[in-house]
């Protein structure tokens, strides 16, 4: 290969780009529509069981696969096989993962350009331009083509520098404004109208619901979109962290970064969304449920933005700027899949690589603008529904079936001497051989 590869520079760099990756549209978007749309506090509480319990090992199972293959997730994992079959079977493993995250970018930069044309509306009103505000926030082929290659222009340019200069020093310096703003936000809110009410809301649980199977199901689907597992980004996380490093504390680190920020945003969204019923919005459907989905992000919040007056234009801005930094934190990530992949692979050079890839992930984002209807809802299902699970799942299968136990352990140990007397050691092979394949697998079989 004879590919310098580079790595994290340091322990803080690794967490602020693994949680850069996990948190994103998922969970400032995801989260709180699907609380919203699942009975408030039962979802999180479900949700908070799920991210720790079956994503943190699945994740621990992804970052073990890069740090010990020092490679992308195809050759990384195998290095971990002993014949042809299991070869085999971690190329489909590893290179599904890949084309995952490509369909996964496809989509995500087509939300991330609304997001970043909301976020210029506002600034537009207020220079006067009414014809060019009203032009970005109606649907429409050029604008949504325009957006998705301004987008995949950012993105692309990170990941370019590689992962020290590119995505270390990009999440270090957006990681943390992501975080102030959305607490300055949360703040603002609060002292509104009826976000008392919201407040509520969001954090009385209703028991009765806890066990709903359509509510696990969408709790373990966020969990996994959340840390972006199934992938391949978690695999090529994990190949640039440093043998020095305690993989075990760092995965807990950044899920519970990730959880944090997650039911941060349900903290904004939830009570906002009842401040804009005080000021007459409509925000219950109606078969009596809140609004979710794009409703909620284009349409209630806005309406909220527009009757604060003139404030209401940097709160707007500041909202959407905040989403669209969530998501390019997160779109590096599933760019870095991909390129890795075909760098160390083919012997490409880094640049030419992600322009090329980037590029082609562009084209199938504008199939998708231009057959919105039909493509969509499909490309998002076929990724996440689907690839995101399965693919986790055979990662688990791989890690607790393939490999050998004293090979695992020896490579936690690095980093974490005293590891095989943890409860962590005790419990985590166990559950990646036989708890988390059969809990994503029952999920899953019930979901079809
Ligand atoms: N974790 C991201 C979010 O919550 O928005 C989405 C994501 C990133 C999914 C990277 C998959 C991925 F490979």
């Not at 349900?266 to 219950?284: E, H, K, N, R, T």
């Not at 199938?364 to 231009?370: M, Q």
């Not at 607790?400 to 352990?409: A, M, P, V």
Request: hydrophobic share 55%; with cysteine.
């Amino acid at each position: 290969m004879g590919v310098s590869r580079g790595g994290f520079s340091s322990r803080f760099g690794f967490i602020m780009a693994a949680a850069g990756s996990a948190v994103g549209l998922g969970n400032i978007w995801g989260f709180p529509t699907q609380t919203a749309s699942n009975g408030g506090a039962a979802f999180v509480l479900v949700y908070l069981v799920l991210a720790f319990c079956l994503a943190y090992p699945a994740f621990m199972a992804e970052l073990l696969i890069g740090r010990y293959g020092q490679a992308n997730a195809v050759t990384s994992m195998q290095k971990m096989s002993r014949n042809l079959w299991q070869k085999r079977f971690a190329f489909v493993i590893g290179f599904g993962g890949i084309i995952c995250a490509a369909l996964i970018l496809s989509f995500y930069g087509i939300l991330a350009g609304w997001m970043m044309a909301y976020a210029i509306e506002p600034i537009s009103k207020l220079l006067g331009f009414q014809q060019a505000a009203s032009w970005l926030t109606v649907q429409s082929v050029p604008r949504d083509l325009i957006f998705s290659a301004l987008f995949m222009m950012l993105t692309i340019g990170i990941i370019r520098r590689g992962v020290e200069q590119g995505i270390e020093k990009w999440s270090k310096r957006l990681m943390p404004m992501l975080i102030g703003l959305l607490i300055l936000l949360i703040i603002y809110v609060f002292t509104l109208d009826g976000a008392r009410e919201g407040f509520n809301a969001y954090l009385n649980p209703d028991f009765s619901r806890v066990l709903e199977p359509d509510l696990l199901i969408s709790a373990l689907g966020q969990a996994f979109f959340s840390l972006s597992l199934g992938t391949s980004v978690m695999i090529i996380y994990g190949s640039y962290i440093a043998k020095k490093e305690n993989l075990v504390t760092l995965a807990a680190q950044v899920t519970l970064i990730d959880v944090s920020i997650a039911f941060l945003a349900g903290l904004l969204i939830i009570p906002a969304m009842y401040v804009a019923q005080a000021q007459g919005v409509a925000i219950f459907a109606e078969d009596g449920s809140l609004i979710s989905g794009p409703n909620l992000v284009f349409d209630v919040l806005p309406s909220l933005f527009a009757g604060m007056g003139d404030i209401g234009v940097f709160v707007a801005f500041a909202f959407f700027v905040l989403m669209s930094i969530a998501a390019l934190t997160s779109s590096i990530s599933m760019l870095e899949g991909p390129v890795s992949f075909v760098v160390e692979r083919h012997n490409i050079e880094r640049k030419k690589a992600t322009t090329v890839i980037g590029i082609s992930i562009l084209l199938l984002s504008a199939i998708i603008v231009v057959n919105f209807d039909l493509l969509f809802g499909l490309v998002i299902n076929v990724s996440t529904v689907y690839g995101q699970p399965i693919i986790a799942m055979l990662c688990c299968i791989f890690v607790g079936w393939i490999w050998y136990r004293n090979e695992i352990l020896a490579e936690i140990k690095q980093g974490n001497e005293d590891v095989e007397h943890s409860f962590f050691w005790k419990i985590w092979p166990w559950y990646t051989k036989f708890v988390c394949p059969t809990a994503i697998g029952l999920v899953f079989w019930h979901s079809l």
